[in-house]
């Protein structure tokens, strides 16, 4: 028999009940967001010399840029989340975010280093890319989310830190890269399940003779489980590793 997903789920695990307030919260996607921002943390923290002020800068870009605007673009496209933001906001709220953003990487190339503008214009590419999907949507991939939110803001975070290329940044990149594809890994099927599944039918038969009837919420709650304790668990080693090196 096919079992219905509850008319009433949330858009995704973490998303708060629409309207007001609640929206703005349920945009920033906190978990992801925080996931995505301690690889900026982790990759300045693999940096021979840990400038405190620098990584302050960066998590406010990549927070502006990924936290706000490119997940206002996305919502502006189909309204994944079901938030009752107008158009307009969601708008702005890119406009003003990766704007914000560019301008602390501008100045960060003045004040720091000019190889910090290839990562400001990267930056600002990626998320016009990826969310508002050029190119036919060749960007909007798992391997370039990946690349995107992922590998580029640990490089980012250990190259406004060491400005040169170092064996500890590159196999951290690449270890953000790969827990970034993990998560995509796991998001898909669960947005899947969550957003677009109207019924799901079968049974699990377990050798002891029992028999397990599945659904959309326990097929669900094993990947949202992971997509949680990953997002906490990455986000707890970026402090500690910041912690670690300032003090």
């Keep these: 028999m096919a079992r219905a997903a509850p008319p009433a789920e949330r858009p995704a695990f973490y998303a708060l009940a629409a309207g007001g307030w609640r929206d703005l919260v349920t945009l920033l996607h906190p978990p992801y967001t ?7 943390a982790i990759g300045a923290a693999m940096a021979p010399h840990l400038h405190a002020s620098r990584l302050l800068a960066a998590l406010a870009a990549f927070f502006l840029a990924v936290g706000v605007a490119a997940h206002a673009l996305d919502e ?3 309204r994944p ?3 009752r933001l107008p158009d307009g906001a969601l708008i702005a709220l890119a406009l003003v975010g ?4 560019a301008a602390i990487g501008i100045y960060g190339a003045t004040t720091v280093s000019l190889s910090l503008l290839p990562f400001t214009a990267v930056g600002v590419f990626l998320v016009l890319a990826y969310d508002l999907e050029w190119f036919g949507g060749r960007f909007h991939t798992d391997v370039w989310f990946a690349l995107a939110w992922g590998a580029f803001p640990a490089a980012t975070g250990f190259w406004v830190n060491a400005l040169g ?14 827990l970034s594809l993990a998560q995509r890994r796991l998001s898909s099927p669960a947005r899947e399940l969550r957003r677009r599944t109207a019924s799901v039918s079968g049974e699990q038969r377990l050798r002891d003779g029992r028999v397990i009837a ?12 992971a997509l949680a304790a990953c997002a906490l668990a990455v986000t707890l080693l ?10």
Excluded: K, N
Excluded at 34 to 40: G, I, Q, T
Excluded at 165 to 178: D, E, I, K, P, R
């Design 238 to 247: 970026a402090v500690a590793l910041v912690v670690l090196r300032l003090s």
């Design 81 to 83: 989340l079901g938030t």
């Design 34 to 40: 925080a996931w995505h921002l301690s690889y900026v």
């Design 214 to 225: 599945l659904d959309a919420h326990s097929l669900a709650a094993p990947l949202e489980g």
């Design 165 to 178: 290329l170092h064996v500890a940044g590159v196999l951290a990149v690449g270890a953000c890269f790969a």
């Design 76 to 78: 502006l496209r189909g």
């Design 98 to 101: 990766l704007s914000a953003a």
